[in-house]
């Protein structure tokens, strides 16, 4: 089983900056996905993203997939205080599914 | 929908005592998956379900660990008896489908439970 890298493991931004965290995988994949979890709280799925897909977007969020470097990107625009938390992505292939061990993500206002 | 539903949140018991964690998944939802969360070893799949019945419970670090579900709305993780290295956060989550999310359907989670052994 494979498990992603995120990268940085930690990010500290200031407010209406952008925020962009990256993931690493190994092997190839089915698709991705990225949650995100709030301290103290479960996790919350912001998006997938297939492996024929290269890039999608939901709102403020922009995700990209780069399958022959075997990595993934997830920008958040115009950060908000709101947005502090830690980011996750969610490797999927045909045996199995693993967790990252995230990034995590502080705004100030 | 209330969403996927974990109880207790909070469980603070002594080295040796039986825990019980217990979740209600969405309804409709086919698979339910049990997670456990630490700043170490981050979030490990322990064990899911399709329609009930066990699939993949390759993650449950040991004889210690049980999980059952003997209804669609209903799935027990316990750990008997527990040691203080358990101390974790421990989620559930449901999703629609059979594949065990292999097909990457959406996860959704509980609120988890915060376990801390003495």
């Known amino acids: 089983s494979q498990q992603g890298e995120e990268d940085p493991q930690a990010l500290s931004i200031q407010e209406g900056e952008n925020a962009t965290m990256n993931c690493s995988y190994k092997?190839?994949?089915?698709?991705l996905q990225w949650y995100r979890q709030n301290s103290g709280r479960g996790l919350v799925h912001l998006i997938l993203?297939?492996?024929?897909?290269r890039e999608k977007h939901s709102g403020r969020l922009r995700v990209t997939l780069d399958t022959s470097k075997k990595s993934s990107s997830l920008l958040i625009t115009a950060s908000r205080a709101a947005d502090t938390a830690s980011y996750f992505c969610?490797?999927?292939?045909?045996?199995?599914?693993?967790f990252g061990a995230g990034t995590r993500l502080t705004v100030k206002p | 929908d209330a969403g996927v539903i974990q109880s207790p949140r909070h469980e603070v018991t002594e080295m040796g005592q039986e825990v019980t964690l217990r979740c209600k998944p969405i309804?409709?939802?086919?698979?339910l998956f049990w997670y456990r969360q630490t700043m170490m070893r981050g979030l490990e799949l322990l064990i899911y379900?399709?329609?009930?019945?066990?699939?993949?419970d390759s993650g449950m670090p040991e004889d210690r660990f049980s999980a059952k579900m003997p209804n669609a709305s209903f799935s027990t993780l316990k750990i008997q008896p527990s040691e203080p290295r358990d101390s974790a956060v421990y989620f559930c989550?449901?999703?629609?489908?059979?594949?065990?999310?292999?097909?990457?359907?959406?996860?959704?989670f509980g609120p988890g439970t915060r376990l801390l052994v003495l």
């Open positions: 989550a449901s999703t629609e489908g059979t594949s065990g999310g292999r097909r990457g359907e959406t996860q959704y």
């Open positions: 092997t190839s994949i089915n698709n």
């Open positions: 993203i297939r492996s024929n897909e």
């Open positions: 969610a490797l999927y292939n045909n045996n199995d599914m693993r």
């Open positions: 309804s409709g939802h086919n698979s």
């Open positions: 379900f399709n329609n009930n019945v066990p699939i993949d």
